[in-house]
């Protein structure tokens, strides 16, 4: 096997492609696609986002402390580009899209996506300033789950909502199942 060296660069694909909603004590609110986003803590469950300071809604996250993460999937795809690729300053986009928002349950200001199968509540802890980006690192205080996606036991099928990934310039569905956290140890019965 044989492999190029290119300059350094952020490659670190597929990512989540997600919607984070946002809003702030005047009553603006927004949209915006979001492909840095990640898990950084389970106890207590921290999340960041990175975004550009030029972005609509890095104003509006600042002025409120507070943001969504909602989990994108197959139905809502082009909405997800659209929203990367239009700015909140020139359109509505909860109304371009065609998309409700819906109040939080622990936040004021930064509102729900209704069509998506799972939201974050996020309550800035700290900021971290890293060059192109400023990266909001925190604190989960709510997550809500569609109904639908459970099972008869009550259990969350995260894999049964299409759930999609942005890899590469693609926005991409995710694949069949390989396996699952532990199997490749797990004794056989």
Known sequence: MSKQIWKPGNMVYPAPAVLVSCGDKEGRTNLFTVAWAGNINTNPPMVSISVRPSRYSYDLIEASGEFVINLTNEALVKATDYCGVRSGRDVDKWQA???????????LYAPLVKESPVNIECRVREHMDLGSHRMYIADVVAVHAD????????????????LIVYSHGDYMSLGKK???????VRKKR
């Open 97 to 107: 899209c065609h998309l409700t928002a819906e109040p939080a349950s622990k936040l």
């Open 147 to 162: 109904e639908q996606y459970l099972d008869e036991r009550g259990r969350f099928c995260l894999e049964r909502a299409d």
């Open 178 to 184: 390989l396996g699952s956290f532990g199997y490749s």
